[in-house]
């Protein structure tokens, strides 16, 4: 299905790095992060088993049981002064 979307740059860049490692397309890539995310899991096996790919510059970590919202994070950034 086709629509549009407003995607972060830095967010587009990591999708087609993965589609390009993965030779997939973008959409395809997206589209089973989504449906991963919105299952509450994390398969990052297939990133693994690739030489622990770089995405956009970074190596996402392995799952640990939870989820880190945003509140959390600017706690994080409110408690260290950043």
């Known amino acids: 299905m086709r629509t549009t979307l407003d995607i972060e740059e ?5 999708i087609k790095e993965l589609a390009r ?3 997939e397309s973008a959409g395809r890539v997206l589209s089973r992060l989504a449906r991963e995310a919105l299952a509450g899991s994390q398969n990052l096996k297939s990133l693994e088993s690739e030489k622990k790919v770089s995405v ?9 049981g939870f989820v880190v ?11 260290e002064g950043v």
């Open 10 to 14: 830095d967010v587009l860049a990591a």
């Open 69 to 79: 919202g945003n509140d959390q994070v600017n706690a994080l950034r409110d408690r």
């Open 56 to 64: 956009a510059g970074f190596r996402p970590f392995a799952a640990r």
């Open 21 to 23: 490692v993965q030779n």
